[in-house]
């Protein structure tokens, strides 16, 4: 069908010089014998159906090649020479390709821009560290170092989102020591840790695994501060690892307030902030699980959650044994 549809001009053009070739002979020319004519159109339909079959046969065999080609995710323009006003295709194309190439520079200065804003800022906000070890009312001095102690956090992470949404080129996965990513972490949160006073139960063996260290710390980072933001009283925490042959497992469990079932699939989406709205106690943007499993994604690991309402919620990273890859 896709066939005729493309070619119905040529088809119905084929079509009716046969009905007038026909017609000619038998009104036109009264002595021509009617097997001679029938005869003729024989060979005719026979030619014509070849050339018809043939071409049909190539232009199957050449969507078969384009629906091979549609699964690629390179560019496959350049494999059809034939294209139906290739100029005009690979004219707009380029038009395209410059204003991404022109975007993407725009986000490049914007993204140099923020992480540079970020560590002058780290200044100031070491500065006033040390002011308010000098505030003498104890009141003030715990309110005032711990919104300076969001602030660093809410920076660092600003700093690895501009490195997850760059290149390739500032991920630098090795081999590195999994306890010492997580006591990383626990130390950038022992504030909160001790303020709110969690019971941490640490089970990490020496495993090593192949990641971005710096990264791994703010997915640490991201899921102790989800741990401690929706906690209950007297919280736990429970950080434990497992290896196998191929991989080894970092689990991160705590007894908040758990996720309802139907928000489970979509944690990790963009923006979503899911159907419990904690009494209005806590603004979530969505965004922090959804970096989580964005980095995730990039070092090639894979993150699950199990999670029971009131209860409990597990995070499971998993590592896979890439050795071999390094070795060769």
Known sequence: MKYIKKHFKFLLCIVLILLAFNLYFIFLLTNIKLQLLLYLDLLLVVCIGLFLGIDLFCFHKKEREKEACLQSHDYIFYQFEDLEEKEIIEHDFQIFQDRINEQIAINQDQQDF??????????????????????????????????????????????????????????????????????????????????????????????????????MVYIIDQLLANAMKYRKEKPKIHIWSEETPKEVKLYIKDDGEGIKAQDLPRIFERGYVGSNHHNGKYKSTGMGLYMVNLMIQKLGHEITVSSEEQKYTCFCISFRNIENYFNL
């Not at 003498?136 to 715990?142: N, R, S």
């Not at 996965?173 to 909160?192: D, H, P």
Request: proline share 1%.
């Open 114 to 215: 923020i992480t540079k804003w970020c560590h002058e800022i780290k200044i100031p906000l070491a500065t006033a560290f040390l002011v308010s070890e000098k505030i003498t009312e104890a009141d003030a001095k715990e309110q005032l170092k711990e919104q300076l102690e969001k602030i660093k956090q809410y920076l660092n992470a600003v700093l690895v989102s501009c490195k997850v949404s760059g290149t390739f080129d500032d991920l630098q996965v090795k081999k590195i020591k999994l306890g010492e990513c997580v006591n990383t972490s626990i130390r950038n949160n022992r504030y909160f840790l001790i303020k709110h006073q969690v019971e941490l139960q640490l089970e990490v063996m020496d495993e090593s695994v192949y990641s971005d260290s710096q990264w």
